[in-house]
Nanobody, 118 residues
Framework: QVQLVESGGGLVQPGGSLRLSCAVS????????LGWYRQAPGKQRELVAD???????NYAQSVKGRFTISRDNAKKTVNLQMNSLKPEDTATYYC????????????WGKGTPGTVSS
């Protein structure tokens, strides 16, 4: 089994910062891509940012220039640095890992809440 554990969510004022972390553990051969998604109340889950095994990153237009995704392959972690936060960034943030277990499979964390409010 593969486990993803997110941490770092919380309450922050507009303009503030949060740093999310996700640790991947379990049985797998390698990790292809790691990503962060978010789901606000009443909305569909959406991609925030992802990063492949070579370090290539992809961001949602709404977070470009404010969020930075990074990964540590040795530690099997992925981080999301979120700066200049806005109330519309309020959501539950989920980590996703695409791994190889002989075949490609994807796993999700349980989510961590991020609230931007004054």
């Amino acid at each position: 089994q593969v486990q993803l554990v997110e941490s770092g969510g919380g309450l922050v004022q507009p303009g503030g910062s949060l740093r999310l972390s996700c640790a991947v553990s379990g049985s797998f051969t390698s990790i292809y891509a790691l990503g962060w998604y978010r789901q606000a109340p009443g909305k569909q889950r959406e991609l925030v940012a992802d990063i492949n095994s070579g370090g290539r990153t992809n961001y949602a237009q709404s977070v470009k220039g404010r969020f930075t995704i990074s990964r540590d392959n040795a530690k099997k972690t992925v981080n999301l640095q979120m700066n200049s936060l806005k109330p519309e960034d309020t959501a539950t943030y989920y980590c996703k890992a695409d791994v190889s277990k002989g075949i490609g499979m994807e796993y999700w964390g349980k989510g961590t809440p991020g609230t931007v409010s004054s």
